[in-house]
């Protein structure tokens, strides 16, 4: 049974850090390429950023290159999503995603 789950959200001021992270079980995790989703209310959901097998390869939303950083770590079969300079508009439900597989969300609430 694949399981991916999420912790590391809550709320922080704007400007403030947080740091996901998302376990992933059941699932040839190294073998492939793994993505962190959000979606604010009222929104469509859109991928934030994602990661090669390996981590040699990463790519970023315009909205928040520079801020985040997405890693991994194999050994560990975690995927991490480091964010920084948080803005209101990075508030939303942060999802990790492999394949067609989903976790169920960590809330993320950026507010001053």
């Known amino acids: 049974q694949v399981q991916l789950v999420e912790s590391g959200g809550g709320l922080v001021q704007p400007g403030g850090s947080l740091t996901l992270s998302c376990v992933v079980s059941g699932f040839p995790f190294s073998r492939y390429g793994v993505n962190w989703y959000r979606q604010a209310p009222g929104k469509d959901r859109e991928q934030v950023a994602g990661i090669s097998p390996h981590g040699t390869e990463t790519t970023y939303a315009a909205a928040v290159k520079g801020r985040f950083t997405i890693a991994r770590d194999n050994d560990k079969n975690t995927l991490y999503l480091q964010m920084s300079s948080l803005k209101t508009e990075d508030t939303a439900v942060y999802y990790c995603?492999?394949?067609?597989?989903w976790g169920q969300g960590t809330q993320v609430t950026v507010s001053g």
């Open positions: 995603n492999v394949r067609t597989y």
